[in-house]
Each structure stands twice: as structure tokens, then as C-alpha cells.
T-cell receptor
Framework: SQQGEEDPQALSIQEGENATMNCSYK?????LQWYRQNSGRGLVHLIL?????REKHSGRLRVTLDTSKKSSSLLITASRAADTASYFC??????????????FGTGTLLAVQP | DAGVIQSPRHEVTEMGQEVTLRCKPI?????LFWYRQTMMRGLELLIY????????DSGMPEDRFSAKMPNASFSTLKIQPSEPRDSAVYFC????????????FGNGTRLTVT
């Protein structure tokens, strides 16, 4: 079952611009994670943010979490062509409230034009 | 560390044949996960193990699917008999916790059943 829904489904920007992707979920969570997937490769972990945190940074990445709105956003600043990939959010609680596994959203396909 | 290693990278087989996918997790990771990715259904968790014991196999689609983890460094996902609708990319991932830490993914096995 899907928990997170990313928005938009696809995003195309120019190199140097910022890219913002959003993730909404339905049930309360303990943490939320963001992953990147390059074409033909496995997912790579980017950031984990816990439910008591509001914002985390890692290099050019900034993640926010709003538990009252059940949403998270991933901001990539000064994008590069190498950032072209699919981005997924994942939460630790699926429908029904069971907290025992990571459920991935549908993903945002980001294309950064050089 | 070499990361999570999956084999084969590509598998093409005919309907009705048995397929075995293999995974070597990162040493020291107690959790191993099998995911399936398709365009239609996204990334689905099939089964996960803790210390070689299957914990949650609720995502395994049918009895045709089986997974084993005979030791801490090896797991298999078997499909017998295979069907065209099983065509997907199958990922193995490992972690130190089921959801509170990053998952480390292999590069997947692309399965095509004709």
C-alpha cells in the first residue's frame, strides 16, 4: 500500500535553478526518509527526518516536515544535470498504523536541463 | 564495503520457468528487504527478514513467490512458476533497523518473463 504521495509527478528545470518536491502522507509517522534513484540503479538514501524535527540540511538538500499537515518537502538548491533522477519519500507507517516497515511513495521524476 | 550485491542484473526467462534472484547484504546489517518496482505499482515491499528470520511476508503476491535467508550473508527470492506479470525490477536492501535508519539498496535484478 502506498503511504506517501509525491507532488509533482514530474519536474523539469534548468541547471542552477532550485527544485522543490513535496510528499504527503495519511497516518502519523515516527520518521520520514527521502531517497534518490538514478535510471537503472537502486535507491540511495538522502535524508532521514524524525517526527520531532522540522527541518534538516545536507549539502544542497533541505528537507522540511510539517506533521500537522502530514507533509514534507525536499528542496534541491542550485541544481545540476547530475541531479536528474527520481526522488522518493518513505514513511515508517503504512495504512492501518503498523509501524514495522518502510513504505515508499510514488516518486517525482526530476529532469535538470544543462 | 561493496554494498548490497544482487545477481543476476538481468534475467530473461520463459513463462513457467523457475527464477531465482540472489542477494548479499551489507555485513552487520540485521535486516534484509526484498522490494519489487513496476511502473504501475511503484515500489512494493515483498518480505523482510530480521536475523535471517522472515518477519513480514504480507507483500508476497502469491504462493509462487518464496524467499529464504539461510545465513546472514545470503538471501534468495524464488518465483516458481514465473508469469509475464512478474516482470519487474526486484531490489534487495539491508539495514540496521526496519525503518529508523537508512536502507541500502542493491542495483536490482531486471526480470523479464516472456
Amino acid at each position: 500500500s502506498q503511504q506517501g504521495e509525491e507532488d509533482p509527478q514530474a519536474l523539469s528545470i534548468q541547471e542552477g535553478e532550485n527544485a522543490t518536491m513535496n510528499c504527503s502522507y495519511k497516518t502519523s509517522i515516527n520518521n520520514l526518509q527521502w531517497y534518490r534513484q538514478n535510471s537503472g540503479r537502486g535507491l540511495v538514501h538522502l535524508i532521514l527526518i524524525r517526527s520531532n524535527e522540522r527541518e534538516k540540511h545536507s549539502g544542497r538538500l533541505r528537507v522540511t516536515l510539517d506533521t500537522s499537515k502530514k507533509s514534507s518537502s525536499l528542496l534541491i538548491t542550485a541544481s545540476r544535470a547530475a541531479d536528474t533522477a527520481s526522488y522518493f519519500c518513505a514513511t515508517d507507517r503504512g495504512y492501518g498504523g503498523a509501524t514495522n516497515k518502510l513504505i515508499f511513495g510514488t516518486g517525482t521524476l526530476l529532469a535538470v536541463q544543462p | 564495503d561493496a554494498g548490497v550485491i544482487q545477481s543476476p542484473r538481468h534475467e530473461v526467462t520463459e513463462m513457467g520457468q523457475e527464477v531465482t534472484l540472489r542477494c548479499k547484504p551489507i555485513s552487520g546489517h540485521d535486516y534484509l528487504f526484498w522490494y519489487r518496482q513496476t511502473m504501475m505499482r511503484g515500489l512494493e515491499l515483498l518480505i523482510y527478514f530480521n536475523n535471517n528470520v522472515p518477519i513480514d511476508d504480507s507483500g508476497m503476491p502469491e504462493d509462487r513467490f518464496s524467499a529464504k535467508m539461510p545465513n546472514a550473508s545470503f538471501s534468495t527470492l524464488k518465483i516458481q512458476p514465473s508469469e509475464p506479470r512478474d516482470s519487474a525490477v526486484y531490489f534487495c536492501a539491508s539495514s540496521t533497523t526496519p525503518y529508523n535508519s537508512p536502507l541500502h539498496f542493491g542495483n536490482g535484478t531486471r526480470l523479464t518473463v516472456t
